[in-house]
């Protein structure tokens, strides 16, 4: 048996984690360190649930058939990087209907102003001509997703910190008007990595939906080549000093130390020894180069066997919405009844 027993024969159950990413745009080197890694580093300890949230993407349109793909893309890229599909439950989030009708539920306890406050839909719908509604309700599907498997830590980037806060408030919400049902989740932000700047501008984040300008993102698939010559333009100051900063006027070179540090593990102290000899940004650029391409190697190389077998991937997305289903359906239905519907 995993889980312990405490003295009063209560199971304690392992801390459970649910975390998920649109399979919109390009999968890029901030998901990578800011996410995925350490849902990776953190599997074995703990229960997690990890999701490729497509409803959420169509929050935006999209093109029907590059979703698709995309979707069983993603799936082989969590795979690709070390998701183990014994330890984790990785499934497709239109797969298990309760993320929908508990999105539903959630709605009803959630007031509007929670929703307008939100920055990154004032962002996007800034973006955008035509704003659909489940732009603004993107928070509160995001909200079910968590609470419904009484998750109790979110591996995200900072930029979803806020949606987070939201989702206990919602729960705490719900718990206070029908009674303890959910548990509230905490945001795991990493130290380093948690905000990985574009390489042809530092002052914003690196984003899938900018991962088409060239020079903006490394690619996780980027073939070698191509991870050296966006590191070659990347941008830097004129100070000429390589050095960890909170200046933005440096904010390229320290973007470019925070990749080498997280993919090393090394210290600052270290990494800066590590540069100590090095001939200017050039070398300094090469360096991060080298070892970005090392660790998306063996990621490239994984996933293009994983991507060539449709059938063996279907499998394990199966086995993931199946166990997510278990755990998810059962607490829509003690939801419904809470708020008074006749379940059936
Ligand atoms: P968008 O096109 O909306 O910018 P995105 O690139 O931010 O998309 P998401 O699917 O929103 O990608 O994010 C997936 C995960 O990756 C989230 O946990 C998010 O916090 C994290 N993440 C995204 N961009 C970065 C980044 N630049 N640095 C660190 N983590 C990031
Ligand atoms: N909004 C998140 C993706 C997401 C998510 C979640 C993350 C949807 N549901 C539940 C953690 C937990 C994003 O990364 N853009």
Redesign the pocket.
Known sequence: MDDMTTANQTPARRPRVF????????F?????????KQWVQGQDEKENFFCI?DL?SLTVQQDPAALRQRTREFAAMYLAAGINPDRCSLFIQSHVAAHAEGCWLLNCVTPLGWLQKMT?FKD?AARQESVSAALLDYPVLMAADILLYDANEV??????KQHVELARNIGERFNHLYGETFAIPEPMI?KV??????LDDASR???????HIRGH?VRLLDEPKEIEYVFKRAVTDSHGEIRFSDDPERAGVNNLLGIYKVITGRSEEQVLADFASARGYGDLKMRVAEVVIEELGPIRERYHQLIAEPAELDRLLAIGAERARSVAAPKVREMMEKMGLVVA
């Open positions: 975390s998920g990413m649109q399979p919109s745009g390009a890029h080197l901030g998901n990578y360190l800011g996410a995925l949230v959420h990154q996007k591996p995200v980037g900072e930029d979803q990493p990595g948690a905000r990985i700047m574009g984040k690196m984003s899938g939906s900018n991962a993102a």
